[in-house]
């Protein structure tokens, strides 16, 4: 009996310090929440006395995503070529860190460390257009921009894509003849990275803000609202074969978008 009457009791322990603990955490995430709430109060009053229009609930509660170091992925890169090159593409190492690779159909394709490549490729009979929405699908680019004529000569876009998150600075370029895939240039990111420690705690949406506003009134760039702010990434890679991911937040106003390094606090524009 003095045992089950013990193990109730220590049930009972442990459920109030659970409630304890529970309450705490409950308590903490409302003065988070209260917070974010007076300092969005507070950017919204400070963007319009400068004739800006910004709406606190468009402002993130949430963290800026971790930072990633990634190093070249060749299996990624050899998958790239065949895509437009064909199965088993040759492989030569030119020096340099500089791979190519050659296709049975006369297309080459280069390789850089730090990401950059390009490809050319002349794909008789298949559809442009059609390869390049499967490339982006099946390589994490956003859906392509076309830019074409009537004859659907031209050029199409598309960012790279990371965790799903956009990565502006690391592009892709798609040249088309006639609807003819003649040329791809772009970055290529590896698709996994370990996480990447900063000396201090990333920008929050509501620094990041800040530092817009103060290189707005520096540069008198011409900004009458904020409409949207989202997380994002920025590439920074050399000629090593490694590269980093920095999260940014991504600020879209009237009339452009600008990018705020959640370590630097640089404030950089398309």
């Known amino acids: 009996m003095d045992r089950y009457r013990l193990k109730n009791i220590i049930i009972i322990i442990l459920l109030l310090v659970n409630g304890f603990l529970l309450g705490v955490l409950s308590m903490r995430q409302t003065s988070v929440n209260a917070s974010h709430r007076q300092t969005a109060e507070q950017l919204v009053e400070l963007f319009a006395a400068d004739g800006m229009t910004l709406r606190a609930e468009d402002i993130p509660a949430k963290a800026a995503p971790a930072g990633q170091s990634l190093t070249r992925d060749m299996g990624r890169e050899r998958e790239v070529a065949a895509f437009f090159l064909g199965k088993n593409p040759i492989r030569a190492d030119q020096g340099g860190e500089i791979y190519s690779y050659t296709g049975d159909s006369g297309g080459a394709a280069q390789f850089r460390a730090g990401g950059s490549f390009d490809i050319a490729c ?60 003649l040329a791809v240039s772009g970055t290529l990111l590896p698709e996994k990275g370990a996480e990447l420690s900063f000396d201090q705690e990333p920008l929050s949406a509501a620094a990041a803000l800040t530092a817009f506003q103060k290189m707005r009134r520096e540069r008198q760039a011409a900004v009458s ?42 404030v950089t524009s398309d």
């Open 122 to 181: 002349v794909l008789s009979g298949a559809d442009g257009a059609g390869l390049v929405r499967d490339f982006c699908q099946k390589f994490s680019y956003s859906e392509p921009v076309f830019v074409l004529d009537e004859e659907g000569s031209g050029t199409a876009s598309a960012v790279c894509r990371y965790n799903k998150l956009p990565v502006p600075n690391c592009t892709i370029t798609f040249t088309l003849d006639r609807g003819t895939l």
């Open 225 to 266: 609202s904020v409409t949207e702010i989202t997380s994002c990434y920025e590439l920074q890679s050399s000629t090593s074969a490694t590269m980093s991911l920095v999260p940014a937040w991504c600020i879209t106003t009237d009339t452009g978008k600008y990018y705020v390094n959640c370590s630097s606090s640089e």
